[in-house]
């Protein structure tokens, strides 16, 4: 299998982001991937937490009685379902790095938190002579050290994964809950059910049921839709592979492996809900 | 209705069979796709359609470019045009394919392209395990930095902890991460896909410095940065990159012809023949001159060629040095100067192996 030895091999580039990994240009080439799938889903996680909490938000003020409300949530979700996820990213990203200050002369926005074109830097335990202490970040002549830190293409690939998905996820709660017949919820209320007990009992478990599997979609294009972060050069899995198939020219063996991690990721995302689905299609369907 | 909730459980057990078929598939294909070979009969596919398909950059001035009015220009395009004129009898029968430089290699072993001219660096790994060749050097450079003035950074070593833009698919990241381990600088690159996202991040301060080889750094400075005064090239190369046109493997009258046609314009410069005596036919009494002219021995045969094989790649662009001047030296927006480009008889590097 000597196709696959150039795995093996030491990578020979560095980094610029390793997250929780520590990563060297002499280390072997799979170890890079490793650590740019650990960007990805460093990435990822974070933009799919965000984003349910930014559908539920948007959903709930297009559910809502103020007009105002209603207004915004409609134009926002609309404004960002209709334009590339790749346009998006790009505007997030040159906002962060034409508005920040040099990395030379980041602001101080709260103690210890720095923010420049550098990216965002905050306190972070590190693992010292003595133990675990904080480590705080401090301006040094080209830019902030120390810390932990987040890049501006973090940032950037981070925010517009979550605006983006966010305004999907918007559409599938409120469609999932608009899905349940109102007459149940009458007959609920007819029997002397109160508010909260109607939403939790009878009105959550329908619209679950049309809601779960529309959301693992979302879910899974949002781990996909991740491997644009290149083109604003973050280190993800993409763009590690790319630079190993360009440094060793195994086109079709690295971006094998590149389908394979996010078939992966895919898959677990997807068995985790159906795992949840599962559940919820049990308890709503004895009802 | 009361089957919807079953439907993702019916499909779950069918979903991860229906994953592992494709991983299995590529993995085959990837073992099988291994050992490429190519039957070589380039020259009869280039006579066939009438035209070279020549494989360049995006848009590197002074390299290749479209001019004002959208015609290919560059060193490495006249490469391309001299090869044309000197197979097809005219230098315009090119095809130029717009390449990045993750595209570039895959378009040549796939066959889209007959050779590569795109400031592609020849290191052991890309002509070893590859499957091309690289037939001759053009162009001399070396892997530099592109630092805003404003830093004052005076020379490399300094850039101590700085995050650097650099392009994807380009020796540049291995350079830096050699350069920087072995000047304990722990630098920092931040890698794009494009050649344009990599310094448009320098220039809106992303980063501290641009790197990429010397050329492309002064093409950057004199035709994309928002004032040239503003930012400097370092005096320092960290790298050796030799420049030049590639083919593929398994062809090895292609490789000959690409390769003697360089040499013949390099040839051409030592001997003092321009573009204008070649399109003049100035008679000559020197067996060099006149096998360069056509009008003495047939070297053209050797490669399958005809008598005036290397008259007519002069005519099309002139010898190396009217190459080099009009396209990045005195006589362009770049000013780069010759350098380790002159002539190995003017204290050069250039070097032609006899045309006899």
């Not at chain 1, 709660?173 to 059910?193: M, P, Q």
């Not at chain 1, 094998?256 to 068995?271: E, I, K, N, P, R």
Request: with cysteine; aromatic share 8%; proline share 5%.
């Amino acid at each position: 299998m000597s196709t696959w030895d150039f795995l093996l091999q030491p990578a020979g580039f560095d980094i610029g982001e390793t997250g929780l990994f520590a990563f060297e240009a002499t280390q072997p080439v799979w170890r890079a991937l490793l650590v740019g799938l650990g960007n990805t889903l460093r990435v990822s996680l974070p933009a799919l937490v965000l984003a349910t909490v930014l559908g539920l938000l948007l959903a709930l003020a297009r559910g809502s009685a103020s007009r105002s409300w209603r207004l915004l949530s409609t134009s926002v979700v609309d404004a960002v379902r209709l334009v590339p996820l790749l346009l998006q990213l790009l505007i997030w990203y040159l906002l962060l790095v034409e508005w920040l200050p040099d990395a030379n002369e980041a602001m101080q926005v709260l103690p210890g938190v720095w923010l420049s074109k550098g990216g965002l830097a905050f306190p972070w335990p590190a693992r010292g002579d003595a133990g675990w202490a904080w480590s705080w970040p401090v301006q040094e002549t080209f830019n902030v050290q120390g810390g932990g830190a987040v890049t501006p293409e973090f940032l950037s690939v981070m925010l517009a994964l979550s605006v983006y998905t966010g305004a999907f996820l918007a559409e599938v709660f409120r469609s999932g809950i608009e899905a349940v017949s109102a007459s149940l919820l009458e007959a609920a209320e007819t029997l002397g059910a109160t508010r909260w007990q109607v939403i939790r009992r009878v009105l959550l478990p329908q619209a679950l049921r049309t809601i779960v599997p529309a959301t693992t979609n979302q879910y899974l294009n949002l781990v996909k839709n991740s491997s644009l972060a290149v083109a604003v050069g973050y280190p993800d899995l993409v763009s590690v592979g790319n630079t190993t198939l360009n440094q060793t020219g195994r086109a079709v063996e690295c971006v094998a492996v590149m389908m394979a991690l996010y078939l992966a990721m895919s898959l677990l995302t997807s068995a985790a809900m159906n795992a949840f689905n599962a559940r919820r299609a049990l308890q709503g369907g004895e009802a | 209705m009361p089957t919807l909730p079953l439907l993702p459980r019916l499909f779950r057990p069918m979903r991860s069979w229906a994953a592992i078929v494709p991983i299995w598939t590529f993995a085959a294909l990837a073992l099988l796709s291994s050992d490429q070979a190519h039957a070589g009969k380039t020259l009869d596919g280039v006579r066939q359609r009438g035209q070279v398909t020549c494989g360049v950059s995006t848009g590197v001035a002074g390299f290749s470019a479209p001019d004002a009015k959208g015609r290919w220009a560059g060193l490495d395009v006249d490469i391309c045009r001299a090869v044309a004129a000197a197979v097809l009898g005219d230098g315009e029968k090119v095809h130029f394919v717009p390449l990045n430089a993750q595209q570039r290699f895959a378009a040549l072993q796939s066959g889209q392209i007959d050779v590569l001219s795109r400031n592609t660096s020849w290191t052991l790994t890309r002509d070893a395990s590859l499957g091309f060749h690289f037939t001759a050097i053009t162009y001399i450079d070396g892997q530099g930095f592109l630092v805003p003035t404003k830093l004052k950074v005076p020379r490399a070593t300094q850039l101590k902890g700085a995050q650097v833009c650099v392009q994807s698919g380009t020796t540049t990241e291995k350079n830096l991460a050699d350069f920087s381990r072995a000047n304990k600088l722990g630098i920092k690159p931040i890698v794009f896909d494009s050649y344009e996202a990599g310094f448009k991040a320098l220039f809106a301060g992303r980063c501290q410095a641009y790197s990429a080889d010397a050329s492309a750094l002064a093409s950057v400075r004199s035709k994309e940065s928002p004032n040239p005064a503003d930012y400097a090239v370092l005096p320092d190369l960290i790298s050796k990159e030799p420049l030049g046109p590639v083919v593929r493997r398994g062809d090895d009258e292609w490789f000959a012809i690409v390769k003697w046609t360089v040499f013949a314009l390099q040839e051409a410069e030592e001997l003092g023949i321009t573009q204008a005596q070649a399109a003049a036919m100035k008679p000559s009494d020197d067996p060099a001159v006149q096998r360069l002219l056509g009008t003495g021995e047939d070297m053209g045969k050797l490669l399958g060629l005809d008598k005036a094989w290397s008259q007519r790649a002069l005519k099309a662009v002139g010898h190396y040095g009217e190459v080099f001047e009009r396209n990045v030296g005195a006589q362009s927006l770049l000013k780069l100067p010759r350098g380790a480009n002159r002539p190995w008889n003017q204290g050069g590097l250039m070097y032609a192996p006899p045309l006899r």
